[in-house]
Structure formats: structure tokens, C-alpha cells
């Protein structure tokens, strides 16, 4: 069922339906008479005179059914009276979409053909229809429905021996009120925003004819720019409300600004909006005056790079410079004039003890007032601000006014918080070093006895299965390990030949796992690289941060491309800090948001970073640039707001890293030849593991638990040993200070130092006794090797 559309001036028109009186008058035997001949000169098996009121249609007279009303939503006749011509012909009324699902079609008495006629009032409104209807599809001649208005006409006519003049006396009270008030007021469809109806003091106000005021929705009246607004503001409020203050416009094109009062209300069984304006152009003016004087101040405070306020202790209204907008990058529609407004925005774990603060130099007769704090900006972070105020009081004494002003210390605070940030990182070395020797201790016996056990089960699948897992667990706490180190004790590790294909694979690998689905993550590498001599978990740890980086500028999501290859730089370096010969190039790309030319030199500095708080340290891309450069390499960016950003690493090609380790991965470990080796450490599990490991492959084996006790069983037979396999940090008697003994008995003796901590500063100290450093955590594969190696040299 559709719901027909209200006539014009549907309060007029209930009115009009009251003073007929119908409703109180009994049964009338004419409108009896007019329907029975209805339905014969139509020949319809129904007919009736119906009335129509804000809720209901009644039947005044009624032939062939015995209804005697229905909701006015669900009635036919509804839509008769706002007919064009004042006459409505459905032939089927179950193919017409206003019908179809009416209760009298699909229901007794199964209306299939109606034909209706509006009934008007004296003053011409429409109170109801002459109605002729039938339980199949038909139509009327042209006769019949001149003879239905003629009927309709004689029934007017009838309707008009029952009215009276509309006198006050006739009005309801709630009408007298609206039309009579002084005060423009009008009714709106909350829906379509049209006016249903308005009162004189609103014509005259507005200067519109009724005719015009009616034709018209409620954004008509007010100018163009403001109609949006007060649209948005219409639809979301609900209620009795004071809507605010408003300009409309007259139809001489004359503003008003005016003070609207709203409540929601029932017409017609529609949902409406009762509204009344009260003009306020006088006093809008009297203020615009004011705020003019106002402007001239605020000139005056944009030229302090302060923010100045000045806080009205009796109306607690609080005003703002405009340094405020700039410094915390609130727009004045979010300025509120209240002390709320600034205490709401303090941090919390200073909220307290400022506010209180600024009440007690109210309160004890100070003259002034200062307070540290943070305050919230726009985006969420904070500005430190230091902020003092003076306190005006009246001749009583009493406080009228504060006056003062805050300023930003959050670059000095920054440089303070990134001095001990720089302090903090320094104390985590140290710990990190102790702590790294202990989990590299633990880590070795384990990666040495997997290697055995993988000897030991050969046969057996889901044995093998198990180690690889558990292998692949201890190297990646090996790997955090190192990586905690290279964090806290600089960039120096160790370097060995490295393909970076690997590396690169790898860390694509991560960003797929772990990167958002909505980042893409592209691949363009051969199939080898030539190597370089380097640090794998420093490389690694390069890659990863310039690809989080990369993740970062993409927060909508975008691709990230990784490639590599074989740059030949000749005559003068391409770029500074680039050595002519031959490099591996490691690029990373994104399609993020880019970033400005202006800050590509910036970026790589230590603390600087464009993200917000709380999501970087700044210290990504100057680890990266500080690796890059201990290799003997360059980093190079190439970005543009809005076209994503290019790192470029140029790292340089090591001949003799080629030739340095050849690729014997896939060789068996070397075996021993009955060589004995004296195997110092101070934990129990890794000699153990040691002794088992070279002694499972051709090796004899005696341990010592330190540097003293080595000394003692080297002593009795230095030439019984062929090899010294120690640890460098022992209690007691240290690697280094045993070595050192060790040669003095034997200069010949081949040693091979183990080393928990940086492998690189250890073998510093121990490379001019040594024959080869060992770091751990190592495997047995890689113990073997060593050892052979040492043993060949």
C-alpha cells in the first residue's frame, strides 16, 4: 500500500471537516439515498459517503458491506480527494501498486473496481468522497462519471446545510494558540521538509503569500550555504529542542538572524515538526560590533609566537590567540570557550596536579600562577608546555580575571628525552653483552647434540623431522641473540662470504607472513649474486627495516618490491661514498605515500622520524645506513610525495670472499685422524657435547673445566695434543690468559678460540694467538670444520 499525499492545507481542511458536524449528527437518510443511486447508475453491487479525518475514514453511508471505518493509511479514498479534477477510476485495483495489498481487496469485500468522487466544503476543501465500488474488474462510461460528480455535487451541497461559520469559539485551543500567537510558527513534514502550515505572523514576518509559503521546504528560507547544515541538523534531532540561531531570508532577499525553537508533533498521522523563530537581528548585530573590536586584539597576539589566553572568572568563558589553532592543530570549531575544554586535554597523569594547582592561586591571593605539562594535541601526540598566568582581582578583592600565556617545550624536551634514550641504549649493552654470553652457551650444546642425534637416526623420518624443528627453533634464538647484540654494541659482527639472494628471500618470506594481506610483496632476484664479505644477521637485519619501513608508508595497503643485482661501477663513483669496481645492488620499493626532497637527507639521522608517536624510535634507517656503511657501502633514496619511496643499497663485491670459504654445504663433514683435542670450557654440557661430537668423528678428546686446570693437563705432555679448542670468558683463568700460557709451552700448538660475545672484538684480541675464532652457538658441522681447517693450516 502507498501512503496518498496530504491536500494543501490539511489543518484548514480537518477545521473545516469539524464545523460541518457531521460526525455528531445521526444517521442521515440523504446520504443513504445518494449512495443507493450511485451504485445504480454506476451498476456496482457497493457504494458510500465517506469522511476523512487526521487518522481514520468514516463511513457515513454505506451499501453492500458493513465496515464503518478504516486507518486513513490504508484507505482508496484517501487518494480520491487529492485526484486531479476530484475524481479517481481504478478498473483493477489488484493491478494498481496503491492497492494491491489493501485489506478490503486482498479481505472482504475483495474491492476489485472503485471509482470515487471528493465531497468539498464550503471554502472548498475536501472532507471525503462519493464512492462507488465492486468485486470485479469493470470501468465507467463517460456518462457514468458525469452522472457520479453530478451526484458528488448534489452531496456537497448537503454537506453545506450542515456547516458554520468558523467562529473562535468553534476552534480547538491548541489552533486559536497557532494562529493567533505573535510569534511566526509553522509545521514541517519531517520527512520531505515541506510546510504544511503556517500562521499570519510567519506571512508577515517572511513577506510570502500562503499560496507561496506552502510551495516551499524548510531550506528555501534560508540562504543557500546554510541550507546543508540545517538539513544534517533536521534529520538528527528529535524532541522538543532549541535548534539554535539561524539566518533566514525574507522574499525581499533580506537576512534575518533568528533564534528557532522546534518540537516534534502528530499531523495527520504524519510525523511533523512544530517550529517557532524569534527574530534576534538587533542583538546579532550589537555583537557583530563587538566582535569587530575583538579582531583588532587578535591581530595584535598573532605577532607573539606564544599562546595568549585570557580567562573570564565569572562567566568561566576561556579565549584563545590564534597561536593555538597553529600550535595544537585545533580548528576553531572544536575550541571550546570553557576551562573544560583545556583540562580535558591535559594528560591525564597531569590533570590533577595542575588543575588543583591553578585553584589554589585563585583561592590564596596569588598574583601568579605556573605549571609543566602535557597537553593533547589534534593528532593524539602531546606538546610539553610550560604555562603561567596572571590573576586580576575587583576592589573586593575578589578574583575577576586571569591573563597569560603558554609555551612549547617540546623540542627542548625531545632533546633531553633522546639524550637519555641515548644513555638507556648504552646500559642495555651492557646487559645485553652478559646476557648474550649465557643464551650463546646454552644454544651451542644444543645445535652440536642435533647434529648427533641427526647421525644417530638416519633411518627414521619423523626423528629427522623433530631435529629440523628443533634445529630451526635454536638457530632462530642464535639469530635474536646476534641481532640484540648488533642493536647494543654497534654494527661490528662477524663477516663471512654471503649470496644475499638468500637474505632477501628470506625476508620476503617474513613480510608475507606477517605483513597485511592488503600489502603485496614482489620478488625480482637471480638466481645467484656474487658475494660479499659481510654479516648475514646485520644484512638481515637491513632488509627487515627498510621493508617495515616500506610497510609502514603504505597504511591503506600497496606493493613491496625487492631486487637485487650486479652493478659494475667504473671511473668516478656514481654516488658519494660508492667505490669504482664491481657491487651487488639491494633495492627496496613501495607504493606508499613518499617522502618530502627536503627531508631525504634527515631521514637517516639518529631519534628523526616522520611517524607519531609511539610507533618509531628513529633509529631504523641510521642502523641501516651504519651497517651499510661498516661493509664499505652506500644507501641512496629516491622518493616524491604520492609516488612511494626507492632505498637502494650498494654494497661492494668481495674476489677473495669468493674464494675464502668455497660452497661445501652439501659435503660430509671432515672426519678426524686420531688427533687429540683439549677441549676448556667452563660449562659442563658444551664440553660434554664437544667431547662426544669429535670423538664420534675420529677425533680423542680430554676436557678441562678452565684455563687453570687446561694448563695442568697440557703440562704433563704438550705434544700428546695436537689441537686447543677453548672458550674466551671462563671464571678464573680467561681464555686469552690461558692461551697465552698454552704458547709459551708449545709456540706451535693450533688453538681455536670459542667466543659467546661479538665474535668480532673477541677475535681482535685472539686472532694474533689463534688459529680461527669459533662464535656460538655452532653446530657440529661447523665445529668439524673448523677444527679441520685449523689442523691443515
Known sequence: MVDAPLPPHELDRVAALRRCRLFAAPSDAS??????????????????????????????ARLGFTTS?????????????VAPGGLLVVADTSLDPRFAHHALVRGEPFIRFYAGCALFSPDGHALGTLCVFDSRPRDLTATQQQHLLRLARLASGHIAAHSTAPAAADQPPALQLFDHNPLPLWIYDRETLRFLTVNDAALARYGYRREEFLQRRITDIRPPE???????????????????RWRHCRRDGTLLHVDVFTHDVDFAGRPARLACSIDVTEQENTLAALRESEARFKLAARAVSDVLWDWDLRANTLWRSDGYQTAFGYPPEEIQPGLDSWSD?????????VVQSLHAAIAHVESS??????????????????????????ADGHPVRMVGGMSDLTERKNLELQSLRAQRLESVGTLAGGIAHDLNNVLAPILMGLDLLRSFTPGEPECQRLITTIESSARRGASLVRQVLSYARGVEGERQPLDLTTSVQEIARIAEETFPRAVTIVTNLPARLPPILGDATQMHQVLLNLAVNARDAMPDGGTLTFTADRL?????????????GPHVRLRVSDTGTGIPAALHERIFEPFFTTKETGRGTGLGLSTVHAIVRSHGGTVHVESAPGHGSTFSVY?????????????DTDLAAPRGRGETVLIVDDELSIRTVCQHTVEAFGYAAVTASDGAEAIARFATNPHAFHLVLTDMVMPGMDGPTAIRELLKLRPDLPIVAMTGLDSTKQGAVARQWVRDVLPKPFTAD?????LRRALDT
Not at 659494475?568 to 669504482?580: E, I, T
Open 31 to 60: 446520504f443513504d439515498d445518494l449512495a443507493r443511486l450511485a451504485a445504480a447508475l454506476c451498476d456496482t453491487t457497493m457504494a458510500a459517503v465517506t469522511f476523512i479525518d487526521e487518522q481514520h475514514l468514516w463511513f457515513k
Open 69 to 81: 471505518a478504516t486507518p486513513r493509511d490504508d484507505s482508496l479514498c484517501a487518494h480520491a480527494i
Open 226 to 244: 546554510d541550507a546543508a547544515a540545517l538539513e544534517s541538523a533536521v534529520r538528527a534531532s528529535n524532541g522538543f529542542r532549541a535548534s539554535g
Open 345 to 353: 586535554r591535559l594528560h591525564p597523569e597531569d590533570r590533577e596536579r
Open 369 to 394: 600562577w605556573s605549571a609543566e605539562y602535557r597537553f593533547r594535541r589534534r593528532d593524539g601526540s602531546y606538546a610539553f608546555i610550560h604555562d603561567r598566568g596572571l590573576v586580576m582581582r575587583g
Open 568 to 580: 659494475d661501477v667504473a671511473g668516478p663513483a656514481l654516488l658519494p661514498g660508492l667505490n669504482p
Open 651 to 663: 654494497l661492494p663485491v668481495s674476489p677473495a670472499a669468493a674464494e675464502a670459504h668455497p660452497d
Open 782 to 786: 661447523q665445529l668439524l670444520r673448523t
